[in-house]
C-alpha cells in the first residue's frame, strides 16, 4: 500500500489497530516498515466497561490508566507512534 500509493503523497496515515499488542502494532507503525505512521487501540478507553454496549460496569483505578498508557508509550522509545485519545464517538461517555 506504502508503496503504491501512499508513497506518491505527502500525507500521514493512521491506522485502528485494536485487539494488538504493542509488539504487533509495531509492525505496522515503525518508521522502518513504511506501512502507517501512527495507531491507536481502544485498552486504555475499556477500562471497567463492559456488556453489549460497552457501557461502563465498574470504576477502575487510576494505577491501571496510567499501567496501560505507560505501555502504549513505550512504543516511542522503539521508534512507533501510539495515538492518544480519552474519548470517541464509538463509545458512550
Known amino acids: 500500500m506504502h508503496r ?7 500525507m ?4 485502528e489497530l485494536n485487539h494488538t499488542t504493542p509488539d504487533q502494532m509495531m509492525k505496522y507503525v ?22 453489549v ?9 487510576l494505577s491501571e490508566f496510567k499501567e496501560v498508557i505507560a505501555r502504549w508509550q513505550g512504543l516511542r522509545e522503539k521508534g512507533g507512534w ?4 480519552l474519548e470517541n464517538h464509538d463509545q458512550v461517555s
Open 4 to 10: 503504491e500509493v501512499m508513497s506518491r503523497y505527502d
Open 12 to 15: 500521514m496515515t493512521v491506522g
Open 30 to 51: 515503525h518508521p522502518d516498515r513504511h506501512e502507517l505512521q501512527m495507531g491507536f487501540t481502544f485498552e486504555h478507553v475499556n477500562l471497567g466497561r463492559g456488556g
Open 53 to 61: 454496549d460497552m457501557a461502563m460496569v465498574e470504576p477502575h483505578k
Open 82 to 85: 501510539h495515538a492518544l485519545y
